[in-house]
């Protein structure tokens, strides 16, 4: 007699299955580059704020040369590149902790509207750059004045 197994499988509950899926979907956010070496990557934080006129994005650059930084405007994306230097010069040093971070990082802001790519200023202060981009003259309300006859 001749007999086929079929290996035992317990049934899959909902529950192993949404665990699964909610493991899956914190290991993709993390893959995503947000952790380098099992550190969290740096990129600088940002506000961004909309006026009649303008847009304005600040963004934290601590301990950063405002010079190294690159920033460039296509389609109505904002584009901040640059790199935070790791300080490790102290010779004979031992470090307990190590938590600032470090590294090249890329930050893509998409404006919601047209802007005016000749129309952008940066400045820096105390560690906050604070990028101004004009919005174009079609995306800027205008007042319509109602004539009566």
């Given at each position: 007699m001749n007999v086929n197994l079929i290996p035992w499988r317990t049934p899959r509950s909902n529950l192993s299955t949404l665990q699964q899926d909610m493991n899956r979907l914190v290991e993709s956010f993390f893959d995503d580059g947000w952790v380098a070496?099992?550190?969290?990557?740096?990129?600088?934080?940002?506000?961004?704020?909309?006026?009649?006129?303008?847009?304005?994005?600040?963004?934290?650059?601590?301990?950063?040369?405002?010079?190294?930084?690159?920033?460039?405007?296509?389609?109505d994306t904002l584009v901040l590149r640059g790199e935070k230097k790791e300080e490790r010069e102290e010779k004979g040093c031992t470090w307990h902790r190590v938590e600032r971070s470090h590294g090249t990082f890329q930050r893509a802001i998409v404006l919601p509207g047209a802007t005016d790519p000749d129309q952008v200023e940066a400045v820096a202060e105390k560690g906050v750059l604070t990028i101004t981009v004009s919005k174009s003259r079609a995306a800027k309300p205008r007042r319509i004045d109602v004539k009566t006859k």
């Open positions: 070496a099992g550190r969290r990557a740096w990129a600088p934080t940002l506000d961004v704020a909309e006026t009649p006129e303008c847009y304005i994005v600040k963004a934290d650059l601590p301990g950063l040369d405002p010079k190294e930084v690159e920033i460039s405007l296509a389609n």
